[in-house]
C-alpha cells in the first residue's frame, strides 16, 4: 500500500510541475494576472431572501426524497425537527458534542498555527516554494483513510488520533495559501526588509505575516471546514465518543432519524461558523 502511495506521489508531483509550468506560462502570454476584480453590492434583504427561498428549495428535494426512497433509507423533515429536538435534550448527546468540539479545536490550532509557520518558511523562498508546492498538492490529493492505521499506531485510539486526523486535513491547504501569499506579494516589502538588513526570523515576523493577514483569514475559514471534515472522519472509524461515531453507530443500526438530526445539526454549524468567517474574510480584504 504504501509503495503504491509513495509512486503516486511522485507520478502526481511531476504532473503538478507540469502543469505549474504550464499555468505560468499562459497568464504570462494572456496577461490574466493583472485582469481586475469585480464587487457586487447585494441587500441584506436580498441575501434574507435568496437563503429563504434556497432552503425552501432544499426541504421540498428532501420531502421528495423521502417519498421516493421510503422513511427507512431517508427519514421526513418534520420526523428529523422532532427527533433533533427530542435528541439536543438529552445529556449523552451533549457528550458527544463536547467530545468532537474539543477534538476540533485542537485540530484546527494545530493546522492554522503549523500550516501558516511551515507555509510562510517555505514561501519566503522561490526554490523552496518550486520544491516543495507539488509534493503538498500530491499530499492533499492522497487519501487520509490510508494514513489511518499509521495514525492509530502511533497515537492510539482516542482524542489524540482524531485531533492528528483532523489537522492532517487542515495543515496542507493553509500551507499552500500562505505560500500562494507570500509568493504573490509586493515584492518592495522583502526587497525594503533587505535592505535594512532585517534577518529572515524579522523579516517573517515584521514584514511577512502582517501583509498577509487577509489570506490567513481565507486559510483559517477553509482549514475549518477541512479539519471538520477529518475530525468526523477520524470518530467513524476508531473512537467510541463524538458526533462521528454517533452519525456511523445509527448508520450500522439503520436509524435514519437519528443520522438526519446529527447530519441537520452538523450542517448549520458549518454554514453558521462559515458564513462568520466568510464576513471576516470579506472584512479584511477591504482592509
Known sequence: MYALLLFLLLVVSLMTMVMQRASRA????????????????????????????????LLGLWQWGHTVVGREALAAPDVTFTHTVKLMAGDIFWMHVGETFKALIFALLISCAAGAVLGALVGISALATAAVSPVLVTLYALPKVALYPLVLLFFGVGLSAKIVFGAMYGLIPMMLIVI?????????????????????????????????????VTGIRISFSITFLGVMIGEMFASSRGLGYLLMNSININDSATIMAVTLLVAIFAVTVNTGLLAIDKAAHRG
Open 180 to 216: 500562494n501569499a507570500i509568493q504573490s506579494m509586493n515584492q518592495s516589502l522583502p526587497k525594503t526588509a533587505r535592505v535594512m538588513r532585517l534577518t529572515r526570523l524579522q523579516t517573517l515576523t515584521t514584514v511577512v505575516l502582517p501583509a498577509m493577514v487577509p489570506e490567513l
Open 26 to 57: 499562459v497568464e504570462h502570454r494572456s496577461g490574466a494576472a493583472s485582469a481586475s476584480n469585480m464587487r457586487h453590492n447585494t441587500s441584506g434583504w436580498s441575501k434574507l431572501l435568496a437563503v429563504f427561498i434556497v432552503t425552501l428549495i
